[in-house]
RNA sequence: CGCGGGGUGGAGCAGCUGGUAGCUUACCGGGCUCAUAACCCGGACGUCGUAGGUCCGAAUCCUACCCCCGCAA
């Protein structure tokens, strides 16, 4: 079986590891274009792009997939009999889902029909979210719309959207070694999503702490993507905080101990766990207290 | 050459207008206490990122390099 690659971030280093382990055919890995990334501004390649490298499969990265003959045809001279895709963070045109006999199959960070688009994990985090997991699907013209094959699912539980990551990816990679005997001889299960009960989870951005909100939707909000408040002018970083039941006016410190720094909120109170300054590495709260002194009334944000 | 912060005992910081290093915490020992994450006394732990240079003498000044991080993309 002939097998096409899609993917770009870590998130899709897994399943490629995954499949050329287990000697799959993988004739081609197709990641999104090199861009120039973080300080320095140097080309960076993505980690799949790495990835395909490390294990000596050949990588096309096209700016454009709609509307390039070219690659269409190159995609179309492979002949494969699968193209398998992760987390690419391009749309595939119909050109190319229907050049493989087998279709095409995708790997999703939620349950589906729940949370289509692009940040799923996160967003499964920010909605406080009690499980998510993962669901291998067919691949059809709208957005993760297509006929699910499998799911397999995870407690959210105090998770970060980092580890759950971490954690969905490796569940993912497992599920698709699971099916994809069954893709190859056409005994895959197909089920139709429910489109009533669709929800579109799009991207997420850094955050600026509203503390005016509830302890308990600021701690999601924190787990699931980058938050930052304002600490004595400087930007500071919020990586994790535990929910606490204390009061006061939104945004204040209103306890200090060795070891926690407590934050009242619109409801309810934040213990900040782990922080982050500009130029400084995240650490835990108690190792940020040993050399930086909090008070009792500082206002945040 | 995108902008910027930083590398000092296990951890977090100070010192940086030059004279071999300090604080908090952790750690070890002892004391107080019914007890303790509380308190008191004592102790160990540092080639101050690396390599050169200036100087009588550098963590502190100069040069190059390595590593970490924030912003912006």
Redesign the pocket.
């Known amino acids: 079986m002939k097998i096409v690659y899609m993917g770009t971030p870590s998130f899709a280093v897994k399943p490629l590891e995954a499949m050329h382990e287990a000697g799959y055919d993988i004739e081609l890995v197709v990641a999104k274009a090199d861009r ?6 140097k080309m960076q390649s993505c980690e799949v792009k790495c990835c395909a490298e490390r294990l000596g499969i050949p990588v096309e990265t096209p700016e454009k997939i709609k509307g390039n003959e070219e690659f269409i045809q190159k995609i179309r001279d492979i002949n494969p009999d699968l193209i398998v895709v992760a987390a690419y963070g391009k749309i595939l045109p119909l050109d190319i889902l229907e050049i493989p006999r087998l279709g095409c199959v995708n790997i999703h960070g939620s349950l589906l029909p729940k949370y289509r688009g692009a940040a799923p994990i996160q967003r499964a985090v920010i909605n406080g979210e009690k499980e998510t997991g993962v669901t291998l699907m067919y691949m059809g013209e709208g957005m993760d719309t297509g006929d699910m094959i499998a799911k397999a699912k995870t407690e959210v539980g105090e998770k970060t959207a980092d580890e759950l990551f971490v954690e969905l990816c490796e569940i993912g990679s497992k599920l698709l070694l699971e099916y994809l005997p069954m893709i190859e001889n056409g005994t895959a299960p197909r089920e139709k999503q429910d489109d009533s009960q669709a929800t579109l989870a799009p991207m997420v951005f ?1 955050e600026d702490i509203d503390w005016t909100k509830s302890a308990h939707e600021i701690a999601c909000l924190i787990r699931g993507t ?1 938050c930052r408040t304002l600490y004595k002018g400087e ?1 500071m ?1 919020v990586h994790f905080a535990k929910e606490g039941s204390g009061s006061g006016t939104a945004g204040t410190v209103i306890s200090v101990t ?1 070891k926690d720094v407590e934050v009242a909120c619109g409801e309810g109170s934040l213990f900040l766990k782990n922080v ?1 300054l ?4 995240a ?1 835990d709260i108690d ?2 207290l ?3 002194k909090i008070e009792v009334g500082t206002v945040l944000g």
Do not use: H, I, Y
């Open positions: 120039p990334k973080d300080r320095g501004k850094k980058e930007v970083k060795k982050q500009p130029g400084k590495k650490m190792a940020f040993l050399g930086n």
